[in-house]
Nanobody
Framework: QVQLVESGGGLVQSGGSLRLSCAAS????????MGWHRQAPGKQRALVAG???????RYADSVKGRFTISRDNAKNTVYLQMNSLKPEDTAVYYC?????????????????WGQGTQVTVSS
């Protein structure tokens, strides 16, 4: 089973920056893609940014030009650098990883989520 541990959330003023980290751990697994989603009160969870192991990146329109996702494949860690934060970025941010685990012929796909980290941006 692949576990994700997030860190880096907190309280910041509008215009400030935060950096989120998410490290994956487990045994005998390979990650295909990692990403960050967020959920604000009363809203559905939505993709913020995602990155594949080949380096393909996708951002939500609302964060383009402000957020940067990066990944250290050797450490199975994904980062989200958030600049020019706005009050509307306030949410719980969840890390996600998709891939395969196990050894042939018992290979299985997984879709794991972190516990979430709170990001609060004050105006």
């Amino acid at each position: 089973q692949v576990q994700l541990v997030e860190s880096g959330g907190g309280l910041v003023q509008s215009g400030g920056s935060l950096r989120l980290s998410c490290a994956a751990s487990g045994s005998d697994f390979s990650i295909v893609a990692m990403g960050w989603h967020r959920q604000a009160p009363g809203k559905q969870r939505a993709l913020v940014a995602g990155i594949t192991n080949g380096g393909r990146i996708r951002y939500a329109d609302s964060v383009k030009g402000r957020f940067t996702i990066s990944r250290d494949n050797a450490k199975n860690t994904v980062y989200l650098q958030m600049n020019s934060l706005k009050p509307e970025d306030t949410a719980v941010y969840y890390c996600n990883a998709e891939g395969q685990s196990g050894s042939w012929p018992e290979i299985k796909s997984f879709d794991s989520w972190g516990q979430g980290t709170q990001v609060t941006v004050s105006s």
